[in-house]
């Protein structure tokens, strides 16, 4: 057999170093490294919190004595009442809404859907005490619509009000998602059947999306019964347990008190997060390889019909933002309504600037170290070898959806405060307060990076091996180019809730490592409620500018490579 | 053949409770091209990868050119691979695919080797486009070239066909066939499609349960296929229920001649006689063996040949299949026919 001598190659197949020395560096090293920081981030924290909790030294309201003494307690109850009644007002009303809005941008034919998505959205740029600030210039004593309603504005309907803005998108992304895939292969079975289509709307819609509007329910339920940032704003005097636990911990130094009352809000959390789950599994594969994409086709009546609505709520949000932003700009409300920038000199406010300053590095910190070290982390888990560790890391990363900003944020104050601890250093610096924002958000962003990792072929990583190709330089010039957009999104995700965030670093800053969001909330205290205004607008819009230049950013980058992402070859 | 290059000796590999690899052991000369043949599940996928070192065996040895690489991980090995996904990474251009696995030779060296190797699968002038531009058929190639740029002593194949149509594929069969004859490399390849398979292989494993059934060159798989299950799975064939008597097997109440290589001692007092449908003679002109009066059910005309479908008579509800071609067919009219099972095409089965 005559042989081409293409094949032939002077080279030594010895070696100083095992060939896989590197990625088994690489691999290994990360995935420990992973658990050490998750073990640090997450579960050390909430043991150190149930620890303190159940078992707590008297003096300090913990124990399970304190507990069954706090739960037989009249105010207790009154409190979990009030905050049980509010969160439940607050789905009734947002859940059906969002169920409304996400149905009219995902199967109607609605004009300007991107910009109604856009509007819809606005409530997460922003802490959630700005529509309680808001509220307060609409409706409070001195507001503009003061004469719109019969009492004032500070309890219930202020808490259920400002808690509808607040969590309505988050509602929205949810129920988006739900009904953003069908088959409209049912659709056209349901016609040629000659069903309605509200018949249709009943038997196809509303079976695929049940899930996600109860996922949406618990979701808005346990973010309701968490925040305080609302309740602090608007409550007036209809106090709820999520403010106790705030002002026992840190007005009362009563840490037991806090944990028991952190462990309350943690059980509405796990139980939705548990169904959740469950009705998951028994949905799976509802869409199948096969189906093809719905697309609505034009209805007048429909159509009309939810521009109105849609309309309504943009106007709503946009009226509400709106006023936040006008009343920060205004000199002395209500009597001097000439427009200065005199809310925003926070230079003669202690903390002043640092705040905002603050903000902007624990933001920028959280969404670059920790878009980049969570993509990594999710890169090593979905692409390497499965094993009992890489399960184990899975089940930690996903701990932090099912834990409130609240209950994580008492969990640091109890293992990082400890004496005994040698990162008792880290308290109340800016460090531990990427951290814990990191670990709180840190779900989403992983489920988003796996999302984008498991997109590509899975062969990818054997055909490097087999090209000898170290696989952490595979990482830098395959993988991270082809998911650049999503971890954009990542890093967007990261930096707006790190900038927004008050129920976990409310526990955990210092004089010199306040937050913007949080320096919101003392001003909103101590009565000065224009320069709190004045804040959360700067954040909303540092927010809204970082989002738009990564979109931007984003948009650019898909341009470029539209080459070779345009047309998947097989 | 010549010296061995690629050995396997009794590799095993379970996932949980399931024996996906129970004892294969193989060995492919140098310039080989070997298929290895089954339904999904088999195994076939799970061996490939455990010689390319992407999953580990549990037990048993991988040698390649006598260097023991069991316990090397993939990088240590010498080998090339094309995946069924071909695995080209979308965001690098054709030139930088086949570049990939050449770090740390000279600008100059790596450019030259990309070249060859474009003009070796024909793609010479598509080195800046990218995978998406590029037909199924050329990704194949592109993703060939950047497996042996690098100048492995292997080339692993895995259901490389299984993304084409079939048109194309026939081509692209023959075209790889004859680049592995002209480059001499030694090959495995992981394939479901017989008919791939006889195209290409120099030899067949044909693996069922974890197992190597029978290890052969095509021709004797079809011709002589060791196992039911080879027998039943390479080709179409009839079979027969029989209980041995004598030189003779009976079918019912027919007794059938069988040929002498067939009758030897330590053969099954019953089993099944298998036979292809293309030896099955209808309507002979002069006498043969074993010939019976039978009834025609069905005619299906596949183009170049014909599929006859019938019932002995001696038999009925049993559907048996011949084939003939189609020039034949006029000899045949009314649904009276008589067919031979001749001895030679009469294999028997415990």
């Not at chain 1, 943690?266 to 949905?283: E, G, K, M, N, T």
């Not at chain 1, 913007?516 to 001003?523: G, Q």
């Not at chain 2, 064939?237 to 003779?248: A, K, M, S, T």
Request: with cysteine.
């Amino acid at each position: 057999m005559q042989q081409v001598a293409i094949l032939h190659k002077p080279r030594t197949l010895v070696r100083r170093w095992p060939a896989d020395l590197a990625d088994r560096l690489f691999v290994q090293g990360g995935q420990w490294l992973l658990l050490a920081l998750l073990l640090l981030g997450v579960l050390l924290p909430l043991t150190a919190m149930l620890w303190r909790g159940l078992a707590g030294d008297p003096g300090q309201g913990g124990g399970l004595a304190a507990a069954s003494e706090l739960v037989a307690s009249a105010n207790f109850r009154w409190l979990l009442g009030n905050s049980l009644k509010s969160a439940l007002a607050v789905v009734l009303i947002v859940v059906p809404l969002a169920y409304a809005f996400a149905y009219a941008l995902q199967r109607t034919c609605v004009p300007g859907k991107g910009l109604w998505r856009g509007i819809s959205l606005l409530p997460l740029l922003a802490p959630s005490m700005l529509p309680g600030i808001a509220l307060i210039y609409l409706f409070g004593n001195q507001g503009v619509l003061r004469d719109f309603i019969p009492d004032n504005i500070y309890g219930f309907w202020g808490i259920v009000l400002g808690q509808v803005i607040y969590t309505f998108p988050h509602a929205l992304m949810v129920l988006l998602s739900a009904l953003a895939l069908a088959d409209a292969r049912l659709f056209d079975a349901a016609s040629s059947m000659g069903a309605s289509p509200w018949r249709a709307f009943r038997s196809i819609t509303w079976p695929g999306s049940r899930q996600g509007l109860f996922a949406a329910a618990c979701l808005v339920f346990t973010l309701c019964v968490t925040d305080f940032g609302v309740p602090v704003v608007v409550g007036g005097d209809y106090q709820v347990l999520s403010l106790e636990a705030y002002k026992a911990v840190v007005g009362q130094q009563q840490f037991g008190r806090g944990a028991l009352i952190g462990l309350f809000l943690l059980l509405p959390a796990l139980l939705s997060f548990a169904v959740d789950l469950w009705l998951r599994r028994r949905q799976r594969d509802a869409m199948g390889g096969r189906a093809q994409v719905y697309h609505p086709q034009p209805s007048r009546g429909r159509d009309g019909a939810f521009l109105l609505l849609v309309l309504l709520v943009s106007a709503c949000l946009l009226g509400v933002f709106g006023m936040a932003v006008y009343s920060s700009l205004v000199k002395f409300w209500p009597y001097d309504l000439s427009l200065s920038l005199h809310n925003y000199a926070f230079s003669e406010l202690p903390g002043g600037w640092l705040a905002y300053r603050n903000s902007l590095l624990l933001a920028t910190c959280c969404a670059l170290f920790g878009g980049v070290l969570i993509f990594l982390g999710s890169y090593l888990l979905e692409k390497t070898r499965q094993s009992p560790l890489t399960q184990l890391l899975r089940l930690l990363c996903f701990i932090p959806m099912a834990v409130p900003g609240l209950v994580l944020g008492l969990g640091y104050v109890f293992f990082f405060n400890l004496p005994a601890n040698p990162l008792h250093g880290l308290y109340g610096s800016v460090t531990l307060l990427v951290i814990c924002t990191v670990a709180h958000f840190l779900t989403t962003a992983q489920m988003t990076a796996s999302a984008a990792l498991r997109q590509l072929d899975g062969e990818f990583e054997a055909a490097a091996l087999s090209l000898k190709v170290p696989l952490l330089r595979h990482f830098f010039r395959v993988t991270l180019p082809i998911c650049l957009p999503a971890l954009l999104d990542i890093v967007r995700y990261l930096f707006v809730s790190a900038m927004t965030t008050v129920s976990a670093v409310i526990f955990l800053y210092s004089p010199d490592s306040l937050l913007a969001a949080i320096a919101v909330l003392n001003m909103d205290d101590a009565g000065n409620v224009g320069g709190a205004a004045a804040m959360s607008t700067l954040i909303l819009l540092t927010s809204a500018a970082v989002s738009l230049l990564l979109a931007g950013a984003s948009r650019g980058l898909l341009r470029r490579s539209q080459a070779w992402r345009a047309a998947p070859g097989h | 053949m010549a010296t061995v290059d690629l050995q396997l000796r009794d590799i095993h590999k379970g996932f949980g409770a399931f024996k996906a690899l129970d004892g294969v052991s193989l060995d492919i000369a140098a310039g080989e091209l070997v298929c290895l043949l089954g339904p999904s599940g088999c195994g076939k996928t799970t061996l490939l990868r455990c010689i390319a070192g992407l999953e580990r065996q549990d037990g048993g040895a991988i040698r390649f050119a006598g260097r023991d690489v069991s316990e090397l991980p993939p990088q240590a090995r010498d080998y090339g691979i094309l995946f069924q996904s071909y695995a080209l990474f979308p965001n690098l251009t054709v030139a930088q695919n086949v570049a990939y696995g050449l770090a740390g030779q000279g600008r100059d060296a790596i450019r030259a080797r990309v070249n060859e190797m474009l003009e070796l699968v024909g793609l010479t002038g598509s080195e800046q486009k990218y995978p998406a531009q590029l037909s199924g058929g050329q990704q194949q190639r592109v993703a060939l070239a950047r497996a042996l740029a690098p100048s492995p002593s292997l080339l692993l194949l895995d259901e490389p066909m299984s993304a084409l149509d079939a048109r194309v594929r026939e081509h692209l069969c023959g075209e790889l066939r004859a680049l592995q004859r002209q480059l001499g490399i030694t090959t495995l390849m992981v394939t479901h499609n017989q008919d791939e398979a006889m195209l290409m292989a120099d030899r067949i494993a044909v693996m069922n349960h974890g197992r190597v059934e029978q290890y052969a060159s095509p021709q004797d798989i079809y011709r002589a296929p060791a196992t039911p299950f080879v027998a039943e799975f390479v080709g179409q064939g009839n079979w027969l229920p029989f209980e041995r008597d004598g030189e003779h097997a009976r079918v019912g109440d027919l007794s059938l001649r069988l040929h002498s290589a067939q009758r030897g001692a330590g053969h099954a007092e019953r089993g099944r006689l298998f036979c292809r449908p293309e030896a099955v003679v209808i309507n002979p002109p002069v006498h043969e063996d074993n010939l019976f009066p039978a009834q025609m059910r069905e005619i299906t005309f596949l183009g170049n040949r014909c599929r006859l479908s019938f019932e002995l008579d001696a038999l009925p509800g049993h559907a048996l299949l011949a084939e003939l071609a189609p020039e034949s067919m006029p000899r045949l009219s009314g649904a009276e026919i008589w067919v031979a099972l001749p001895p030679r095409s009469l294999q028997v089965f415990a």
